[in-house]
């Protein structure tokens, strides 16, 4: 283990050594002039002066040695098509949607916003959005009308790209009419909007708004677009994630550093090289999607496989047969994923020849030891659990084998990547915990490459809410517990904030708690995530109603819970749809009238709910642990 410990000394004690290396493996127009500016910190600059563009990094770059080569394969199996794009053809598809783009209006800085499911399209947008030096905002096409309008408002796109649908499990999921509906409750709605017609769901475009993203392909097909080269910092995209207000956070990504960060990570955590084949099944609309379906494996030379379809149909093999069927040296998924395959029948795993496969990454939530265990010896691979947030952009704990192979541990997430001095420090008192104790995990400034630069429009948040939780020192707060074992292995033991982490996705309980309070019927209620054998955790609902009704299984009680749960999914989507909403009289809560969430949480996991010395009305528990007979 010496070799990974050296490493990520040396990328602490001397970042700007050590990442002057690493930039070299990207095209730089203009030479940057300093490695790093801390002048500001919390804020840091990386790569200060230096020209580059994360689209010509992706896709021109890689024209002279791969043009021929697949470097984005679609393979669809909700509507049973695939498509792969060589390099030249990507280069072909971001042009035409550049050059789209443009004539829109959009350039440099401007923001485009993208609603879409799993369709190239969505990627041809997003590159192209780069090539012109505009900031992409993907929204997650799991999300609803108000969560789209709030991110419309923030990010103030010129443009919005969307499509009329997607599908999930056979079934069409439409988006124009959850679009249209956001749009209607903006502020600040965008000129144009441009739909992907796939012939899901028909839709009556809106007059002098809504344009046809074919046609204007076919209107610009040809046209070249040249590259807007960016200095390092300008902003590349920004990816709204949930916190502990009712408010999501515009994560804001850097250009130069991001490309950097994301280039040493394919060598050093993936263990891969040019010309290999990445698999990534996240989404577009989250972090990892960003990261290791485009802009990771397109930066670093590799194919691309953009999957639009569940783990189990047409069976539980898919993956397998799809790592055969494109020799795929990298899977990177999501422990619910393993635990849905979990369920089907295990010679599945043994179907497809899977030998081109050096390792399975998996992140996003907690990996339990008892998945880790089956996937591995199922399949005979290696199982690297790593550990990041929307906001450091790529792994913070990982196994790195690029760098050295270490023995893995069920349970946990290895080592500090390099970039990260990450630490274990006391809620109380901020100082360093020493190995064995619970503490938050934390991060020293400066934040490495291609870690958020800051919220989208507001410095000062961005300072408030990560860099002041830590007392006595100003460290990065990843609201996650932590613990480091004797032999320096980490372990993530839960949030130390509301959100919760519903089958990888992150929901603010926040957020849900207001689109409940918004049903005219409900006085206030409390969101919090239980332990869920499946998902790891869902969101339950305890609802104080104004006017009580008879509570249990009343036919009246029924009804209202439906009601409800429609409000969540119109508002938020039918991903922050709790699991169960229970009616209460009164919320346990202290007598300064916060609301006891821990104390939920245990009595929902049957567990003991500790000290309740600050309780004011006992009774309220009691309530809760009645609703859940
Ligand atoms: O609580 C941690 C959990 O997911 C959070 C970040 O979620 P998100 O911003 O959606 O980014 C996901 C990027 C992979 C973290 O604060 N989390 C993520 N990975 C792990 C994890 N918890 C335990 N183990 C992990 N490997």
């Known amino acids: 283990m010496n070799k990974i410990i050296d490493f990520h000394r040396r990328s602490i004690v001397d970042p700007e050594g050590f990442w002057r290396r690493e930039a070299g493996r990207i095209h730089w127009e203009a030479p940057f002039d300093r490695v790093l500016d801390v002048s500001r910190l919390p804020f840091a600059r990386w790569f200060v002066g230096g020209q580059t563009n994360l689209c010509y990094n992706a896709v021109d770059r890689w024209l002279p040695q791969f043009a021929d080569r697949p470097a984005l394969i679609w393979v669809s199996t909700e509507v049973d098509q695939e498509r792969a794009y060589t390099r030249q053809a990507l280069y072909e ?35 192209a959005c780069a090539r012109i030096g505009a900031v992409h905002s993907v929204v997650f096409g799991g999300f609803a009308s108000v969560n789209l309008a709030q991110r419309i408002d923030d990010a103030a796109p010129k443009v919005v790209v969307s499509t009329d649908a997607g599908s999930r499990a056979g079934k069409v999921v439409p988006y124009k009419p959850l679009l249209d509906k956001a749009l209607s409750l903006c502020a600040r709605p ?111 030379g590799q194919s691309s496989i953009l999957y639009e379809g569940t783990p189990v ?23 619910t994923a393993v635990r849905v395959l979990k369920r089907q029948d295990p010679a599945l795993l043994k179907r497809h020849d899977v030998s081109s496969l050096r390792a399975v990454y998996l992140a996003g939530e907690p990996l339990d030891e008892p998945t880790a265990r089956w996937l591995s010896d199922g399949l005979g691979k290696p199982i690297v659990d790593n550990y990041w947030q929307t906001e450091s952009g790529w792994p913070i704990l990982a196994a790195q084998p690029g760098v050295e192979r270490t023995p893995t541990r069920f349970g946990s997430p290895s080592f500090p990547v390099y970039g990260f001095d990450a630490r274990i420090v006391s809620e109380a008192t901020g100082e360093d915990l020493p190995p064995g104790e619970k503490g938050v995990v934390a991060i020293v400034p400066p934040l490495p490459p291609g870690a958020m630069s800051t919220i989208w429009g507001d410095d000062e948040r961005f300072v408030q809410t990560y860099f002041t939780s830590i007392p006595g020192r100003q460290c990065y707060s990843t609201f996650d517990w932590g613990r480091v074992d004797q032999d320096g292995y980490w372990f993530i033991l839960g949030r130390t904030d509301d959100v919760i982490n519903v089958a990888g996705h992150r929901l603010g309980t926040r957020e849900i708690e207001e689109s409940i309070s918004s049903h005219a019927g409900v006085a206030e209620c409390a969101v919090v995530g239980v332990a869920d054998a499946l998902k790891g955790q869902v969101a339950m609902a305890f609802v104080v109603l104004k006017q009580a009704v008879e509570t249990g299984q009343t036919e009246e009680a029924g009804k209202l819970e439906g009601d409800i749960m429609r409000v969540v999914e119109g508002q938020l989507g039918a991903v922050a749809r709790p699991a169960r909403i229970r009616f209460v009289g009164a919320l346990p809560k202290t007598r300064s009238g916060k609301v006891l969430r821990r104390a939920i949480v245990a009595v929902c996991e049957h567990r003991d709910p500790g000290d309740l010395t600050t309780i004011e009305d006992p009774t309220a528990l009691e309530q809760i642990k009645e609703s859940l007979k």
Not at 98 to 118: K, N, S, T
Not at 217 to 222: A, D, L, N, Q, V
Not at 227 to 235: A, D, K, T
Request: with cysteine; aromatic share 12%; hydrophobic share 40%.
């Open 190 to 300: 965008p000129r144009s909007v441009v739909i992907f017609d796939r012939g899901l769901a028909p839709f009556e475009p809106a007059a002098g708004r809504d344009l046809d993203y074919a046609s204007l392909r076919r209107e610009h097909w040809g046209e070249r677009v040249p590259v807007q080269w960016l200095e390092s910092s300008e902003p590349s995209y920004v990816l709204y994630t949930s916190g502990t207000t009712g408010k999501p956070k515009g994560v804001q990504r850097d250009t130069g550093g991001y490309a950097v960060a994301l280039a040493a990570s394919m060598e050093y955590i993936f263990d891969g090289k040019p010309g290999d084949t990445y698999f990534c099944t996240s989404d577009i609309g989250w972090v990892v999607g960003h990261s290791y379906i485009i802009y990771g494996p397109l930066i670093g």
């Open 93 to 127: 598809e971001v042009n035409a949607a550049a050059a789209m783009l443009r004539a829109l209006g959009v350039g440099r800085g401007d923001r485009v916003l993208i609603y879409m499911p799993m369709v190239p399209e969505a990627v041809f947008t997003m590159l």
């Open 313 to 335: 149909r047409p069976d539980g093999a898919v993956l397998w047969s799809l790592v055969e069927r494109y020799r795929v040296n990298t899977l990177f998924s999501s422990p």
